[in-house]
């Protein structure tokens, strides 16, 4: 039952070329979703339709290159979703971009290229879908944040500012549409084993994997009280779950997957 539990729903995943995109994508389509693939890193997303065509009469994920801080490029891209593909159903807001320094030493271009992802490029998609879910009275739009958009983190103001906002951002738009049958909620995973997590890292991968689960006090940061970092599927069974029947009386709300990491301050 689980399997078959989107059947027919037709779903946008953004950021789906790697990490917890490429998951999200992939736990979607177990499920029998119809998964548009949406991500600058054209070649990724491709690989991805090429991987599922031929499973089935119409394959299970359809590759959209894109770049998600274009507004005008992502509300004709949902349009097209929309003519060719079937009425979206679900949009995971997953692409993210980690500019890392202290704030003294941060760029402006930086700052501005890690809201234009972060925070804007959730804005234009879940902006373009909800036009359209509104209208027929269903749908979910779950947004990949970060616990960084709940906790301070030293050398992380801009993505920890930009998670932060996104995750307000998709709680007032779940206000606003709630009487339209609309769900929107959020995602927030700690540390997670993707290229993104081990550009933090130095040379020494397991040693730098031990002190995220151990933290570090110098950085004023706990460590993983479960004692693992998460694998991206771990996001994206979160990420089904909210997107199913089975959460249909939740919405605005903010899941932590974590490990524990926050202490859920």
């Known amino acids: 039952m689980q399997q078959a539990e989107l059947d027919g729903r037709i779903a946008l995943v953004t950021g789906a070329g790697q990490g917890i995109g490429e998951a999200v994508t992939r736990t979607l389509a ?5 998964v548009v693939a949406v991500d600058r890193n054209a070649a990724a997303v491709k ?62 271009d930086d700052w501005a290229e ?21 209208e027929r009275r269903s749908g979910c739009i779950v947004t990949v944040g970060s616990n960084a958009a709940g906790v301070p983190r030293a050398g992380m103001a801009a993505y920890a500012a930009s998670k932060a906002a996104a995750t307000m951002f998709t709680k007032c738009l779940g206000l606003e549409l709630a009487r339209d ?8 995973p700690g540390s997670t084993d993707t290229a ?18 151990e933290g570090d006090s110098k950085a004023y940061r706990v460590g993983i009280p479960l004692g693992r970092i998460a694998e991206p599927v771990d996001i994206a069974e979160a990420v089904a779950f909210l997107v199913s029947d089975r959460a249909r009386h939740i919405t ?6 974590d490990g524990g990491a926050t202490l859920r301050a």
């Open 47 to 108: 690989a991805l339709e090429d991987e599922y065509r031929g499973r089935g009469a119409e394959p299970a994920v359809v590759a959209r290159p894109a770049d998600i801080t274009d507004a005008a490029a992502i509300e004709a891209l949902v349009e097209d979703v929309e003519s060719t593909v079937g009425p979206l159903g679900i949009l995971v807001n997953v692409a993210g971009v980690l500019r890392s320094a202290p704030v003294v030493e941060l760029g402006d």
């Open 30 to 34: 177990a499920r029998g979703a119809r």
């Open 252 to 257: 605005m709300h903010d899941l932590y997957v």
């Open 181 to 188: 049958q609309v769900r929107c909620n959020v995602v927030s």
């Open 114 to 134: 890690t809201f234009a992802v972060n925070t804007t490029g959730v804005f234009a998609a879940s902006r373009a879908a909800a036009r359209r879910m509104r």
């Open 196 to 213: 993104m997590q081990r550009q933090l890292w130095d040379a020494d991968a397991e040693s730098s994997r031990r002190r995220v689960i």
